[in-house]
């Protein structure tokens, strides 16, 4: 059953969240349309160009993403301390560069220099353009939205683009996180586009692959090509390489790394039973059983529905939730058998 978004999202269980956005019909995001001919791989970068620009204005930081042929996925923190440290001028010039305000917030910016009853009117709006710019509904609009518009007016033609609301699920803890973002950064080699990590594009994984080679390249000529796509690429969220951190994701990035290519080798159809006993330290260290995690990555959304965790992570949010039950349950105890 449908739940309202307020009901899913919930900053007193997680403030990370997996959504995905999905094309109407057979309308392409990019890819070749194999009904027309026509190449649509170029929007790809839209999405990436977009994230990059949201994630630089809103208080909300991207942990991974990947952008497919109809659809394309995102891993979100929603970061209210940042909001709530911002001054009212931040505020302010943060959502202009996304909307045109209030007029009396575009007086204000021109000159300060109002009445106190001016300067309250705009006290009202900054906090709301605040929460806003905290809010993942908000930050989803901005990007399917633009995406529709360029989409549409590039086609032609008017009418919807999303197949409707995004999807979202809470990421309830560090296994979760971790898990979901390992399926979302293979979803191009599940899927025949890439047969490696570091050639699929459009993806965070690449991009840390790719950040990761220029710190180490000392040919100027890669160093200056890295810097140039900094400016349309997002921001990613760093890894803070232990557990339990607020400084970044719960582990190290050569963990996470070796994590992502451990299970893309092991859900290779053709090395299903060649998996060799060592595992990556992330799985022991976040107490994961390894054939449930393979079945997650190729089953994830038959498994869970609206939020990913712990046996009483789940318990609780539905108890937050106001609900008897969420499903999931029973995939969680597969999944983490060790996590209480």
């Not at 979202?168 to 803890?173: E, G, T, V």
């Not at 890295?226 to 963990?255: H, N, Q, W, Y």
């Not at 390894?290 to 089953?299: D, V």
């Not at 937050?320 to 995939?331: C, P, V, W």
Request: net charge positive; glycine share 6%; hydrophobic share 40%.
């Amino acid at each position: 059953m449908t739940l309202p978004r307020s009901s899913l999202v919930s900053l007193a269980s997680t403030s990370y969240y997996h959504c995905v956005g999905r094309c109407v019909r057979r309308a392409f995001l990019c890819g070749v349309d194999q009904y027309s001919g026509r190449s649509f791989e170029h929007r790809r970068g839209w999405i990436v160009e977009r994230l990059a620009e949201l994630s630089a204005v809103f208080a909300i930081d991207v942990a991974a993403y990947a952008v497919m042929s109809n659809h394309y996925h995102v891993i979100l923190k929603i970061n209210t301390d940042q909001a709530t440290a911002w001054s009212m001028d931040q505020v302010l010039r943060r959502w202009c560069l996304l909307f045109c305000g209030h007029p009396m917030v575009q007086r204000y910016l021109a000159n300060p220099a109002m009445s106190s009853a001016e300067l309250e009117k705009v006290a009202e709006f900054v906090e709301l353009y605040r929460t806003r710019l905290a809010d993942l509904s908000w930050f989803m609009r901005c990007l399917n939205e633009s995406i529709a518009r360029m989409a549409n007016e590039e086609d032609g033609c008017t009418g919807r683009f999303w197949e409707g609301r995004f999807k979202s699920q809470a990421l309830l803890d560090e296994a979760a996180l971790i898990a979901c973002m390992a399926y979302v950064d293979l979803n191009p080699i599940r899927a025949g586009m890439a047969k490696t990590p570091e050639t699929s594009d459009y993806t965070s994984i690449q991009q840390r692959i790719n950040a990761a080679t220029a710190r180490k390249d000392t040919d100027t000529t890669a160093a200056a090509k890295t810097e140039s796509l900094s400016t349309v690429i997002p921001r990613l969220m760093g890894f803070a390489g232990k557990l339990d951190s607020d400084e970044g994701l719960p582990c190290a990035l050569g963990d996470y790394l070796e994590l992502v290519d451990w299970s893309g080798r092991a859900i290779h159809p053709h090395k299903r039973g060649k998996i060799a006993d060592h595992q990556p330290k992330i799985l022991q260290r976040l107490q994961m059983e390894p054939a449930e995690l393979l079945r997650y990555l190729g089953h994830k959304n038959d498994r869970f529905h609206h939020v990913i965790g712990s046996k009483s992570a789940i318990r609780d949010a539905a108890e937050r939730f106001g609900k008897r039950f969420l499903q999931g349950i029973a995939a969680a105890d597969r999944l983490f058998p060790q996590r209480i």
